[in-house]
């Protein structure tokens, strides 16, 4: 009858195409079974209507015959998968961001963020990159899937290799750490491309902008960059903050604040050198001609640095005072610390 | 007993009554292909003692039976009408007796907990 032959058509278009005939051929046989009719005699349309609606449409009905390959990103996997795009959205995103920053203090061409344009064209670009490396995880992961690769963990793990809990202090924050290891990298990455170009900056008719303060304290930059990246790299695999832990990220915290006031005071001591330290007494120096242009710019770009570096500054300096009031806390409390039950954000 | 309270109860022993369904299906399917059947006699079979299942359910579940190597099949033309013939292997008829005894376990074990 039509009607059957068009469902079952339907059918088999979702139907692999080596098991199609057969598996239609099964289909019709039961249909006509089901309709139970008797040869030469056609059915009722009622009848055959209400039983092809019970079947289900036809993709349906094609479906329950693929239980094989049904996840993209199955069950086993989906945990890890939920962990790696959050981590890698996170770095995508401050990477971006970053950049952004960068484009916008280093960019004497086009300062794309000044029009409305290049607003929207950075926000675009970040969309796309987000985007992209969404799209690439789950690639990622759907191969892993498609291939039945899957998490060992469990034979292997060993209940003796757990950390052992400590009563107190707050939980680490994963994806804060995740944040303090993606921006130290960051750093550590644009200070080498910066070396790496010998400390210039961008060129502006042929001339360098540079930053030599910056360049002068690559090393130790360097070097405090890689501690703390070390620090919370050693935090991330902690549960929990224990009061030497504190201790120690107020070390480099100190380390930093101290690298970051030797940046500062190099770029006032540059710029008091190099026609003033503030817009104001810049413009008294080096009157606004444009043979002074690059003069300008650099000078301009040497106080936007201080400003990012005492920026930065406060903000650790807050930072180091807050965790400094909580190891005091900690010492004062008569019961050595807060149960762990207690969760601080 | 309010509305949602019941609905909630009323779905919750949908997913249950289906989950069990699913978990003996196998072991029933099996059961009865001692002789060779066709899927809709079977279906019928099935339903008269008892266990409802539906074409979309049965005809992939033999299929994939068969698949595993747990089945053997044949197409028979009766009349006009081609019909698809199942019969356990001798693979299957081991897994059978196997699975029987895992029913039997189970079965019992549940016994002595509801008592």
Redesign the interface.
């Known amino acids: 009858m039509e009607l059957i032959e068009r469902y079952l058509y339907q059918v088999g278009r979702y139907l692999p195409l080596k098991q199609r005939e057969d598996?239609l051929?099964?289909?019709r046989?039961?249909i006509?079974?089901?309709l139970d009719v008797s040869?030469g005699v056609e059915a009722d349309e009622a009848q055959v209507v209400a039983l092809l609606k019970q079947?289900?449409p036809p993709q349906?009905?094609a479906a329950?015959?693929h239980?094989g390959m049904n996840y993209l990103i199955g069950p086993e996997l989906f945990p890890l998968f939920r962990l790696v795009v959050s981590i890698v959205l996170i770095v995508v995103l401050g990477a971006l961001i970053l950049a952004m920053a960068v484009g916008a203090i280093f960019d004497s061409g086009s300062l794309s963020l000044s029009t409305p344009q290049g607003i929207l064209e950075t926000l675009a670009g970040l969309w796309n990159a987000l985007i992209s490396a969404f799209g690439m995880t789950v690639f990622v992961f759907a191969v892993l899937q498609y291939f039945g690769v899957h998490m060992q963990e469990e034979e292997k793990w060993d209940p003796r290799q757990l950390p052992p809990i400590t009563q107190e202090g707050e939980q680490v924050s994963r994806a804060g750490t995740a944040v303090e290891i993606a921006v130290n990298v960051l750093l550590l990455v644009l200070l080498g491309i910066f070396v790496d170009k010998g400390g210039v900056l961008a060129h502006m008719n042929g001339v360098a902008i540079t930053d030599e303060v910056i360049q002068t304290y690559a090393p130790l930059i360097g070097l405090v960059l890689v501690v703390s990246l070390l620090f919370y790299a050693y935090v991330s695999r902690q549960a929990r903050w224990s009061p030497p832990m504190r201790f120690i990220k107020v070390l480099v915290s100190l380390l930093s604040i101290a690298t970051l006031y030797a940046l500062i005071q190099g770029h006032v001591a540059w710029l008091n050198a190099h026609g003033g330290s503030s817009f104001l007494t810049t413009l008294e120096s080096l009157e606004l001609l444009p043979q002074n242009a690059i003069a300008i710019t650099q000078n301009v770009t040497m106080q936007g640095f201080r400003l990012g570096f005492t920026i930065a500054l406060v903000v650790e300096g807050i930072e180091t005072v807050v965790e400094v009031v909580r190891l005091v806390q900690y010492k004062l409390t008569p019961s050595g610390g807060v149960p762990y039950t207690q969760v601080e954000g | 007993m309010n509305k949602e309270l019941e609905s909630s109860i009323t779905s919750w022993r949908e997913k249950f009554a289906q989950e069990l369904r699913r978990g003996v299906l196998v072991l029933a399917v099996l059961s009865q292909l001692g002789e060779a059947q066709y899927g809709y006699d079977l279906m019928r079979i099935l339903g008269e003692q008892g266990l409802q299942v539906e074409q979309g359910t049965l005809y992939p579940l033999l299929r994939r039976l068969e698949e595993e190597g747990l089945l053997e099949s044949e197409w028979r033309i009766e009349g006009a009408r081609p019909r698809r013939y199942y019969r356990i292997s001798k693979r299957g008829k081991e897994v059978l007796e196997l699975l029987l005894a895992d029913w039997r376990a189970l079965a019992l074990a549940m016994e002595k907990l509801i008592k």
Do not use: H
């Open positions: 598996i051929t099964e289909l046989s039961y006509l079974d089901a040869e079947m289900g349906k009905a329950s015959y239980s």
